[in-house]
């Protein structure tokens, strides 16, 4: 195929655009207000199996079906004048084999008809068909759950009686510990009694939540279980308006990535775990529920350097008995991405040798943003 060759003489700002995008991995390409190319970087090229002036006598639609969500979606940032962001977007036309992409489109600043669109092709969307595909199998937790919520909630009720007892007789530094460690049985207790009743179809009773307040909250809990010390950096946008959610589900999904992160992290000199949040506009995303779709979501990130999954497990990471632990667990990611997507976000995660990061998209509460 014949490729691209070296950007005619142009505009000095012309010249920085076409080397930025030519810089590129992604594939990667410009196209005006009738949805005619302007330019398309080298990976481009490749995805649509075209050379540059051959694409530039193109437009969008030839390449694409007239149904095609991307279309849709750049002529949205047209109209709307701003960024999208969306998850899980089939390309298909006569060059282009049929499969999921995250797709983002922006509007040039100075020609806001021109619309700038990036592609990448992320296990994201393959995650979620693998969801899909679990639940109609029938794979659910639910019967396991509530075996599980009636073995533990005893054993709870003499944790809880211990730590009021100690409570009574500590000095007040471990006094806190103790009103801790009651607060911590009571919300784990209502999480398995929820459980106990849980058919599946039931809806979440939700309503706004700090998520930095549930971010902190957690941080305390993990540092008084692990004995090693863990450095902590916080990369909050504190702007940010409440999220959508439940308070207790939400404890406990950052719960369970974030000890993921530090039994990562027990052989590691230098063990640090990133919290990071932001805000998203534009990311429409599909999950298992059906066509729920985040207009605006909240971003919590938790990062650590950690040595990594193994990559034989990632596929399969959000399924029971999952583990690179060796020690029959296997249940705290399973549970984590099914209450996210039983209050409508979606959860993805990736990892590299020295670096494993797990994303959470949570729907932000729309009436504090109105």
Same mark, same amino acid.
């Given at each position: ?80 004048? /701003?960024?999208?962001?969306?998850? *899980? ?8 084999? /049929? ?40 794979? !659910?937790?639910?019967?396991? #759950? ?14 809880? &009686? ?104 027990? *052989? ?54 999952? #583990? ?7 249940? &705290? ?8 997507? *039983? ?7 990736? !990892? ?19």
């Amino acid at each position: 195929m014949a490729r691209r060759k070296d950007p005619q003489p142009a505009k000095e700002s012309e010249i920085n655009l076409a080397s930025l995008l030519s810089a590129l991995a992604k594939p990667t390409f410009v196209i005006n207000h009738d949805n005619r190319f302007l330019y398309a970087n080298p990976a481009a090229e490749d995805f649509f199996n075209l050379s540059g002036p051959l694409l530039q006598r193109r437009r969008l639609e030839d390449l694409l079906s007239p149904d095609s969500p991307l279309i849709a979606l750049v002529q949205q940032a047209r109209a709307e004048a /701003a960024g999208f962001y969306e998850h *899980d977007v089939e390309l298909a036309g006569p060059r282009i084999l /049929a499969r999921a992409f995250a797709v983002e489109v922006a509007p040039l600043p100075e020609q806001p008809q021109s619309i700038v669109v990036c592609l990448e092709e992320r296990g994201l969307a393959r995650r979620l068909e693998q969801q899909a595909i679990r639940r109609s199998r029938g794979f !659910s937790m639910t019967a396991l #759950s509530g075996m599980l919520a009636h073995e533990v909630k005893n054993p709870l009720a003499g944790i809880r &009686g211990a730590a009021q007892l100690l409570e009574a007789s500590v000095d007040s530094k471990d006094k806190a510990l103790a009103q801790l460690i009651c607060e911590e049985c009571d919300r784990i207790t209502a999480l398995l009694e929820r459980m106990e009743s849980f058919t599946g179809e039931g809806p979440i009773k939700l309503g706004p939540v700090n998520i930095h307040e549930v971010v902190s909250y957690v941080r305390r809990l993990i540092v008084n279980e692990f004995a090693y010390p863990i450095a902590f950096i916080e990369d909050y946008d504190p702007s940010l308006p409440n999220v959508l959610g439940q308070r207790d589900l939400l404890i406990q999904i950052v719960l369970n990535l974030m000890k993921n992160a530090a039994e990562a992290l027990s *052989d590691t000199g230098g063990a640090q775990i990133t919290l990071r949040t932001r805000y998203r506009h534009g990311s429409r995303l599909s999950t298992a529920r059906g066509a729920s779709q985040l207009e605006r979501a909240l971003v919590l990130e938790i990062e650590d350097n950690g040595p990594g999954i193994p990559e034989e497990l990632r596929a399969h990471l959000f399924e029971p008995f999952v #583990s690179s632990k060796g020690r029959g667990r296997g249940f &705290g990611l399973p549970l984590a991405a099914k209450l996210v997507d *039983d209050q409508g976000g979606v959860i993805d995660f990736e !990892s590299e040798a020295g670096h494993t990061v797990f994303r959470l998209l949570l729907p932000l509460c729309e009436e504090e943003l109105s």
